[in-house]
């Protein structure tokens, strides 16, 4: 296969494209100068030995700037509000909640979301880290599903409702979702932030 496809192919697998604008990928990159493409193949052989995954919060971090080990800022930052702990789907998610100025507790980043008709919900998100991470951190009080106001996302917060029951209960966490403001069908990564706002804070 020419150099053309087969770059065309890796780009046919990130999320959201198409052949079509995979080649178009291709196309741009050989419009750019060798010192950019210099750059960037530097940046994608450094991304794994730079980013790491946070061990609670499987967040993906910046290692160089992190103060602590293999936690990220967030997680290592006491002062954020230690008892809300925020559920989201993915990084791009958490990015969006940030960016409101809203929640000050912390996260967990699922990693994906259960479809439907999923027979086995537990192995398409971190649900057994979830379930370790509520009964080992007493500090918790409030767990927040902050889920895309999707079929998948509402899908996605009964199953760990259903998961939780019996840790929630016997630990009086309160469990809240995001409430009016999230419209349906609207992914939370495209929300902006003020739309962000009114739903954290007409939680329920
Ligand atoms: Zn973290």
Known sequence: MDPISRLAEYFRDFPGIGPRQAKRFVYYLLTRNAGTLDEISRLILEIK???????????????????????????????????????????????????????????????????????????????????????????????????????DGEHTADVIRSLAKDIVAERSIRVTVLGRGLSTGSELEYADSDTIKSAFNNRI
């Open 49 to 151: 030995k730079q980013v790491h995954i946070c061990s609670r919060c499987f967040r993906f971090f910046n290692a160089q700037n992190a103060a602590v080990g293999n936690v990220c800022p967030i997680c290592a930052d006491k002062d954020r509000d230690q008892s809300i702990l925020m559920v989201v789907s993915k990084d791009a998610d958490f990015e969006a909640i940030e960016k409101a100025h809203v929640h000050h507790g912390l996260y967990f980043i699922l990693g994906g979301t259960v479809p439907i008709l999923e027979k086995n919900p537990e192995q398409r998100i971190r649900s057994r880290e979830l379930m370790n991470r509520l009964s080992d951190d007493v500090s918790i009080k409030e767990l927040v599903l902050s889920l895309s106001a999707t079929p």
